[in-house]
Nanobody, 128 residues
Framework: QVHLAESGGGSVEAGGSLTLSCRVTGSLFREATMAWFRQAPGKEREAVSCASWGTGVSYYADSVKGRFTISRDYAKDTLYLNMNSLKPEDTAMYYC?????????????????????WGQGTQVTVSS
């Protein structure tokens, strides 16, 4: 089975940077589609970024394009989300998610129901 554990959240001022990590354990790491989601209190969980492990193609929500970068380190079994030029609107709980059935983000990468494995989340707070 796959287990995800996020870390790296914290509080920063607007314009600052943070890098989130998602430590992945399990034998399907290289085959699984990996994604970052975020959720603010009282709001629906929204997709932030997705990594197609098989092709290396990445996808981003319009709200974070040019500011966030998703990457992976297979040697460390870790997924990263490098966040730059942070805005107060980025404040949320950030979750790492995995779809064990595919390594392609495809057109369904924004769907929360597609991803069956989730981490506990790490809080990101951006002050103005």
């Amino acid at each position: 089975q796959v287990h995800l554990a996020e870390s790296g959240g914290g509080s920063v001022e607007a314009g600052g940077s943070l890098t989130l990590s998602c430590r992945v354990t399990g034998s399907l790491f290289r085959e699984a589609t990996m994604a970052w989601f975020r959720q603010a209190p009282g709001k629906e969980r929204e997709a932030v970024s997705c990594a197609s492990w098989g092709t290396g193609v990445s996808y981003y929500a319009d709200s974070v394009k040019g500011r966030f970068t998703i990457s992976r380190d297979y040697a460390k079994d870790t997924l990263y989300l490098n966040m730059n030029s942070l805005k107060p609107e980025d404040t949320a709980m950030y979750y790492c998610a995995a779809d064990k059935t595919s390594w392609y983000c495809s057109n369904s990468w924004r769907s929360t129901t597609r991803f069956s494995v989730w981490g506990q989340g790490t809080q990101v707070t951006v002050s103005s």
